[in-house]
């Protein structure tokens, strides 16, 4: 039922740059609805690491940021670490009557 | 120390009920609406309900909408999800998260999550 698109992958090696895109529609990020991001480690729960399209909350590394371009948004992990690999989901409002809230596929990262 | 703790979460045949919960501790909880997302096993994450501060709105995916009643006690710092008429495609670890912002919400902290697996 997602319907904001993520690539199922990305990789890279440590210290390298790499992002992720989350495409929506004319509905949720294409309205101007703010994105956000979270970060899901091997069998833990999710956790916030951008809100507000650019936003990080306090203690998320300055190495991870977002931005938002019409209907789709970026995450962007610079100086790529080890302890990186993970799920990213972004996540947005939606206008449509059938759904509230929305997440991305997800993207999983890894750390070559 | 913001935390949320799910329970209520097991084995439950096809057309069974059960009634999650979620506790939460170390904020006011009575001024922010939550929410309830869950991923299915090795799939993503799927809003699934919901519900304001004073429970006066409330929302549904339309997966669920018609046998999932979501609801909160404030005197009792605590969210619930009752899951009527439950299907194989209910099974996921379900999260109850705080809705953080003023219109366009995000989600923090999340809970670690009960499982609830339909099958026979």
């Known amino acids: 039922q997602s319907v904001l698109t993520q690539p199922p992958s990305v990789s890279g090696a440590p210290g390298q740059r790499v992002t992720i895109s989350c495409t929506g529609s004319s509905s949720n990020i294409g309205a101007g609805y703010d994105v956000h991001w979270y970060q899901q480690l091997p069998g833990t729960a999710p956790k916030l690491i951008i809100y507000g399209n650019s936003n990080r909350p306090s203690g998320v590394p300055d190495r991870f940021s977002g931005s938002k371009s019409g209907t789709s948004a970026s995450l962007a992990i610079s100086g790529l670490q080890a302890e990186d690999e993970a799920d990213y989901y972004c996540?947005?409002?939606?206008?449509?009557?059938?759904?509230?809230?929305?997440f991305g596929t997800g993207t999983k990262v890894t750390v070559l | 120390e913001v935390q949320l703790v799910e329970s209520g979460g097991g084995l439950v045949k096809p057309g069974g009920s059960l009634r999650l919960s979620c506790a939460a501790s170390?904020?006011?909880?009575?001024?922010?609406?939550m929410n309830w997302v869950r991923q299915a096993p090795g799939k993503g994450l799927e809003w699934v309900s919901s519900?304001?501060?004073?429970?006066?709105?409330?929302y549904y995916a339309d997966s669920v909408k018609g046998r999932f009643t979501i609801s909160r006690d404030n005197a009792k710092n605590s969210l619930y999800l009752q899951m009527n008429s439950l299907r194989a495609e209910d099974t996921a670890v379900y999260y109850c998260?705080?809705?953080?912002?003023?219109?366009?919400?995000?989600?923090?902290?999340w809970g670690q999550g009960t499982l609830v697996t339909v099958s026979s």
């Open positions: 998260a705080r809705e953080m912002g003023v219109i366009q919400n995000w989600f923090d902290p």
């Open positions: 519900i304001s501060s004073s429970s006066s709105y409330i």
């Open positions: 170390g904020f006011t909880f009575s001024s922010y609406s």
């Open positions: 996540q947005s409002y939606d206008s449509s009557l059938s759904v509230y809230y929305v």
